[in-house]
């Protein structure tokens, strides 16, 4: 890879779920070979880097996202030579790669877990996750109050060796998903080791899961506040899971390591803060860049999208970060559905059969308007593997099949996020959409019947898909450098229905009210759909780039 300075400042990452990008041995789940055989598909989107979610030995009791071992790669998805394979050509086509980092919480596999269990209460095993007696009579009681991500107490009780109920370990996510302890210095090195492991294969950079809980606060004290989506302070105090200062200390630590290594290796975290939270992340010698999950949070209101632009350009300018834009990831449901409801929708619930379903045509004509808006904005953006393809969320899943831990730990009240990890279609009249190969087994989630609408080699060929519109709208930012910046509103157009604004050579405005607006002069240089200019009005729920002069 070249070494430009500075790409993420205004790279264009990709991210990959690995289960369902593609499968390259058939046997219905999503691998490295097929992520691999695939890669063209994002160099020739015009992305500049993948985010790969995790891949690594896991039992999938929450999407891999608990790792039985941080060094390896789980045999569904291949070997640690494929891994190498896939970064060769990676790297070949111009795409860095990044790799998912998960050090809030192990598996309750791995094997220091396991050696902690087997070992008794107040040894140096248990010292690396949070072990705790229980409140109560005969310590039934959880230790405290904290309730788990995924519903339930974020807390549960193992039973000793000699057969008796014991000490509760601490879980903010599934009971599969012990919680590290990042006061002990085993920690530290434990992840100094996989970070320099991956480093030294040639990543160029890790996504950082949930990297605002891995301290916590001394005593681990009561938090009789609900905290869901974006973390917010109350009464000026954080949470004692969330955003303590000790998270600084190890992000300079991580930091200093990745810098030892050339090529610009990146830092990105994923945290739901606050922007001005989020800043503090993104301080120069912590990591380079943050998810931002006020926009993601967004309605499709042109105030509120406004507001959060600025707030989040100011939050990260006053630290000199650039600012990270996404509008869809693996944990909420897809931005071509979201915009299909009229109120608020709740981003990682999910919707079932007999829920009230999205407004397929409206969402996918908002969504690609908020893509060209997104992609306009100075900076990093992400993109969701599918959203280029218009794909919907998957509303009408069985209940049966659902994977997610919270269906069954919210005793079926909440259908979670499997919606948005369906595999993905990429030729409309082979079997499974030519996710796997043509004899392949089942694939893990079922497709929707209507999916070979949105298939890659369909999309291809019609110059009005959305596919097409990601490509040229990607072909533009990086051919005018429009993500460099600075922006400016134009004032005159925004308002309560229209955002309006130039960054670098473009103007770009979208039309979010319910009556057309007038296009300003210039060459229209992408539309958000091919009727998005009428007798020179930009029409509703479309939005344009103009290139000036
Ligand atoms: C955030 C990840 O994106 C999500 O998928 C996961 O369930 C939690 N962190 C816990 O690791």
Redesign the pocket.
């Known amino acids: 890879m070249t070494d430009d300075r500075d790409w993420w400042r205004t790279a264009v990452i990709y991210q990959v779920y690995p289960r369902s990008f593609a499968d390259g041995n058939g046997d219905g789940t999503g691998d490295l070979a097929g992520i691999t055989a695939r890669l063209d598909h994002v160099a020739d989107l015009g992305a500049d880097a993948i985010w790969l979610?995790p891949f690594y030995p896991s039992p999938q009791a929450?999407?891999g996202?608990?790792v039985a071992d941080y060094r390896d790669v789980d045999p569904v998805y291949g070997t640690l030579a494929d891994a190498d394979a896939l970064l060769d050509r990676a790297h070949g086509l111009g795409l860095r790669v990044i790799v998912d980092l998960?050090p809030?919480?192990c598996s309750d596999q791995h094997a220091l877990f396991r050696r902690a269990l087997a070992a008794p209460p107040g040894s140096p095993e248990r010292a690396v996750f949070h072990f705790r007696d229980g409140r109560g009579p005969g310590g039934d009681e959880p230790p405290n109050d904290w309730e788990s991500?995924?519903q339930g107490p974020a807390w549960t009780r193992v039973t000793e060796a000699d057969g008796r109920p014991g000490q509760w370990y601490l879980h903010l996510?599934a009971p599969e998903?012990p919680d590290w302890n990042w006061d002990d210095p085993r920690v530290h090195e434990e992840f100094r080791t996989t970070l320099r492991f991956w480093l030294d294969r040639g990543v160029d950079g890790f996504r950082v899961?949930?990297c605002d809980a891995i301290v916590k606060a001394p005593g681990l004290p009561d938090w009789p506040h609900a905290a869901h989506g974006v973390v917010e302070p109350v009464d000026g105090v954080m949470p004692p899971m969330w955003d303590q200062e000790g998270i600084h200390d190890v992000f300079r630590e991580w930091r200093r390591i990745l810098d030892e290594y050339d090529g610009q290796r990146i830092l990105c975290a994923?945290a739901w803060l606050p922007p001005e939270r989020v800043a503090r992340i993104v301080r120069p010698d912590e990591m380079h860049q943050a998810f931002n999950f006020a926009y993601l949070s967004l309605p499709w209101d042109a105030d509120a999208i406004r507001a959060t632009i600025d707030v989040s350009l100011a939050a990260n300018g006053a630290v000199g970060a650039p600012t990270t834009w996404v509008l869809s990831?693996?944990?909420v449901m897809r931005h071509a559905s979201r915009f299909g409801y009229d109120g608020p929708v709740e981003l990682e619930a999910g919707v079932g059969v007999d829920d009230p379903q999205p407004d397929r045509a409206l969402g996918l004509r908002r969504a690609r308007a908020a893509t060209l808006v997104m992609l306009g904005l100075p900076g990093s953006a992400y993109l969701y593997q599918g959203e280029e393809l218009g794909l919907p969320e998957a509303t009408t899943l069985p209940d049966a099949v659902r994977q997610d831990p919270v269906w069954e730990r919210s005793g079926h009240r909440i259908r979670g996020?499997d919606g948005c990890r369906v595999p993905l279609p990429w030729a409309a009249d082979e079997p499974s959409f030519g996710f796997g190969t043509p004899d392949g087994t089942a694939t893990w989630l079922p497709q929707p019947d209507d999916s070979g609408a949105f298939a890659v080699d369909r999309e291809v060929a019609d110059p009005g898909s959305t596919l097409s519109t990601y490509r040229a709208v990607l072909r533009t930012r990086r051919d005018l450098d429009v993500a460099a910046g600075p922006l400016r509103w134009d004032g005159d157009r925004t308002g309560a229905d229209v955002l309006a604004f130039s960054s670098g050579a473009v103007t770009v405005v979208a039309n979010l009210g319910p009556a057309p607006v007038a296009v300003p002069d210039g060459t229209v240089l992408v539309a958000s759909v091919p009727d998005a200019v009428v007798d020179g009005m930009l029409q509703v729920d479309a939005a344009v780039w103009i290139g000036r002069g």
């Open positions: 979610s929450d999407g996202y608990d998960v809030n919480h991500m995924f996510f998903q899961d949930v994923e990831n693996h944990d996020r």
